[in-house]
């Protein structure tokens, strides 16, 4: 079992930056793959960002270059630095943790870029 807790969403305009941040139950290096999903109003949640147990990382093509994922093992906490935002952006994001095969989830967190 594997408990997630999200901070760090808010309203901000375009153009500007958030920090998300997910603190897990367990060590977050012992989790296969932990990442960042989004969900849109009537959209289907999609892959934002994700990292692996050995360090490599994965983004979504439309967030290159403006959105970068890191671990932070002092706090056991795996965090989504968001910049250059935009009103597209704007959606509910959601950590996953991958471990033993098994997808966990944390209870999201609103971002919303005002144009």
């Known amino acids: 079992q594997v408990q997630l807790v999200e901070s760090g969403g808010g309203l901000v305009q375009a153009g500007g930056s958030l920090r998300l941040s997910c603190a897990a139950s367990?060590?977050?290096?012992?989790?296969?793959?932990m990442g960042w999903y989004r969900q849109a109003p009537g959209k289907q949640r999609e892959l934002v960002a994700r990292?692996?147990?050995?360090?490599?990382?994965d983004y979504a093509d439309t967030v290159k270059g403006r959105f970068t994922i890191s671990r932070d093992s002092a706090k056991n906490t795996v965090c989504l630095q968001m910049n250059s935002l935009k009103p597209e952006d704007t959606a509910v994001y959601y950590c996953?943790?991958?471990?033993?095969?098994?997808?966990?989830w944390g209870q999201g967190t609103q971002v919303t870029v005002s144009s």
């Open positions: 990292i692996f147990r050995g360090g490599s990382t």
């Open positions: 996953n943790a991958l471990y033993w095969g098994k997808d966990y």
């Open positions: 367990i060590s977050i290096f012992s989790i296969n793959a």
